[in-house]
């Protein structure tokens, strides 16, 4: 009865390379939200959508492109990955739509590693 | 633009002893508040939210946090705190206007508890 998932947890790969992470929640939530952690813990929003429509987009380099195939996934796939990009990718989802009150809950969490 | 400020970058604390953590924030509107905690190798789970109302906000595990409007403060407290409390906590805000529920976080403040 998971409520936000992430796949996979730990991802490792060669710079270069193109990879995916998929989020899926469970909530019944209108709206996904993708999270970068960088090593020192800082967390920033990258992008989010509300039923399948880009809502956010951060100042984010284009080799990075969300995809909502339903309002319960948000999937990330990254090209040409750099070693930059090594970094905590989390997914969170909430109801906005209906409510004001934006209470977000969180995945576990992908952690990204670029050799 | 918004921004949030967590003062305490690192504290330690022994058992028993009492926490504040500091947040402040920099938006002129009406606001959601938010501290999250993620525990190590955790997701980020929720602790305290604050809406409207009552600004003393009661939270899980003897948590809280007060809304000083004035300050543009939502500072986090707990009497006694354990050993298991220790963590990264996170102060966010939301726009109440903002139609996409973008949260703007603080740079987290690592929490070590001595037993």
């Known amino acids: 009865d998971t409520a936000v998932s992430q796949t996979p947890k730990y991802l490792v790969t060669q710079m270069g390379n193109d990879k995916s992470i998929k989020c899926e929640q469970n909530l019944g939530h209108d709206t996904m939200y993708w999270y970068k952690q960088d090593s020192k813990k800082f967390l920033k929003i990258m992008f989010s959508y509300n039923n399948k429509e880009l809502i956010i987009n951060e100042t984010v380099p284009n080799r990075f492109s969300p995809k909502s195939p339903d309002k319960a996934h948000l999937n990330l796939h990254i090209n040409s990955l750099e070693l930059g990009d090594s970094a905590v990718y989390f997914c969170?989802?909430?109801?906005?739509?209906?409510?004001?009150?934006?209470?977000?809950?969180f995945g576990p969490g992908t952690r990204l590693t670029v050799l | 633009a918004q921004s949030v400020s967590q003062h305490n970058h690192h504290v330690i604390l022994s058992e028993a002893a009492s926490l504040e953590l500091g947040c402040n924030y920099s938006?002129?509107?009406?606001?959601?508040l938010f501290w999250y905690v993620q525990y190590p190798g955790q997701h980020l789970q929720l602790l305290l939210k604050y809406f409207s109302g009552d600004p003393l906000v009661k939270g899980i595990k003897g948590f809280e946090a007060e809304f000083i409007k004035s300050k543009f403060s939502f500072n986090l407290r707990k009497p006694s705190v354990q050993w298991s409390d220790t963590a990264e906590y996170f102060c966010?805000?939301?726009?109440?206007?903002?139609?996409?529920?973008?949260?703007?976080f603080g740079q987290g403040t690592t929490l070590q508890v001595k037993p």
């Open positions: 966010a805000v939301n726009a109440r206007s903002s139609n996409t529920g973008k949260l703007i």
């Open positions: 938006y002129g509107g009406t606001v959601n």
């Open positions: 969170a989802s909430s109801q906005i739509m209906t409510s004001h009150y934006n209470e977000q809950f």
